[in-house]
């Protein structure tokens, strides 16, 4: 499977690492604005075609999926050009950063049929299969409440047009939440809601930094997230059942090569470890997710990965928790 990789920045770096180590595929072209940053990035994975046309890189026929590195809102034009030039597509996250173009993403490329996946890679890793396959197997009993945070001081590494923490990691544990309410309530389950939510705003950007948001569902289950791209390095999900909780030890958005780790503690009884032995990260078994949807002809990806009314559900709470926290932000 023949790829293009569009941008050159720290995320494509890691892609290609991934594309690399894949038997099924390799890199046809990269693309990118700068002349001089893909010069350097294609002498360091050995790739032989570069340009700074975008245009020329979708009417390539040499290339079978395009992965869509750019910043995020960036996405949705590049996307949907990708669609109807009959190209598969591998976009990043967050989906985009307004309702507007996520809609036009959406709508765009499932207008051409062609496959396309938001590249929330840790839904791939069969760490996350086994967490739905607990979350599944009814020791939790009714499921009550669920708690995460994502915090990383990146926030002056990134692209500001990016809208800052809420799409830069605050996507990570709203698609996990996400995944355990249609998991365990049912598909329509997550957009029976309310929500409360507030944040610190930058001075150097304007962009939301600190982000928390508390989510009471109709069914009564609890949840509360906290997003910062401004200090720390550490993630925390846990989700409580009638039973007991369940929580990740390892960090559930980057899952590994080797050993990930659960644990289940009911409140009566002994805890149990879960290991989920892994032979690649999570960004090789998208590459893998990838392949096997594109050769078997499918235009979405099968769960946990994002469907596009996943992904659409993800953005509508990014959103709303922005506009939240923009409400009520402390600058």
Same mark, same amino acid.
């Given at each position: 499977m023949r /790829?293009?990789?569009?941008? %050159?920045?720290?995320?494509?770096?890691?892609?290609?690492?991934?594309?690399?180590?894949?038997?099924?595929?390799?890199?046809e072209v990269v693309a990118g604005r700068s002349a001089e940053r893909l010069a350097d990035f294609a002498s360091q994975y050995g790739v032989a075609s570069t340009t700074t046309n975008f245009d020329e890189v979708l009417s390539n026929p040499s290339v079978d999926v395009v992965y869509v590195g750019l910043p995020n809102h960036q996405h949705h034009e590049i996307a949907v050009a990708a669609a109807a030039a009959g190209k598969a597509v591998l976009s990043e996250k967050s989906l985009t950063?307004?309702?507007?173009?996520? @809609?036009?993403?959406?709508?765009?490329?499932?207008?051409? *049929?062609?496959?396309?996946?938001?590249?929330?890679? #840790?839904?791939? @890793?069969?760490?996350?299969?086994?967490?739905?396959?607990? =979350? !599944?197997?009814?020791? !939790?009993?009714? =499921?009550?409440?669920?708690?995460?945070? #994502?915090?990383?001081?990146?926030?002056?590494?990134?692209?500001? +047009?990016?809208?800052? %923490?809420? #799409?830069?990691?605050? &996507? #990570?544990?709203?698609?996990?939440?996400? !995944?355990?309410?249609?998991?365990?309530?049912?598909?329509?389950?997550?957009? &029976?809601?309310?929500?409360?939510?507030? *944040?610190?705003?930058?001075k150097v950007d304007?962009?939301?930094?600190?982000?928390?948001? %508390?989510?009471?569902?109709?069914?009564?289950? =609890?949840?509360?997230?906290q997003s910062s791209d401004s200090y720390g390095n550490g993630s925390e999900f846990a989700v409580g059942g009638d039973n007991g909780v369940l929580r990740f030890d390892t960090n559930p958005w980057l899952p590994v090569a080797g050993p990930n780790v659960m644990t289940w503690t009911p409140f009566d009884g002994d805890p149990e470890t879960i290991v989920v032995d892994a032979t690649e990260d999570a960004f090789g078994y998208q590459i893998s997710m990838v392949e096997r949807n594109v050769r078997e002809g499918r235009t979405q990806a099968e769960r946990p990965s994002p469907r596009l009314a996943d992904s659409i559900e993800i953005m509508?709470?990014?959103?709303? /928790? +922005?506009?939240? &926290?923009? +409400?009520?932000?402390?600058a």
């Open positions: /790829w293009a990789i569009l941008g %050159t920045g720290f995320i494509s770096h890691t892609v290609i690492d991934a594309i690399d180590r894949s038997e099924s595929s390799t890199v950063t307004t309702m507007a173009t996520a @809609h036009q993403l959406v709508d765009g490329v499932a207008k051409h *049929g062609t496959f396309f996946v938001e590249g929330l890679m #840790y839904l791939a @890793h069969p760490l996350l299969t086994r967490f739905v396959e607990v =979350l !599944l197997d009814g020791r !939790l009993g009714a =499921l009550r409440s669920v708690r995460g945070s #994502y915090a990383a001081n990146i926030a002056h590494l990134v692209n500001p +047009e990016g809208k800052g %923490t809420i #799409y830069n990691l605050g &996507c #990570y544990p709203v698609s996990l939440l996400h !995944l355990v309410i249609q998991t365990m309530g049912g598909h329509d389950s997550f957009a &029976c809601r309310t929500t409360h939510g507030g *944040g610190n705003i930058s304007g962009n939301v930094v600190d982000a928390a948001l %508390t989510v009471h569902f109709e069914s009564g289950v =609890l949840a509360s997230l509508e709470m990014l959103t709303e /928790w +922005e506009s939240l &926290c923009r +409400e009520g932000s402390t």
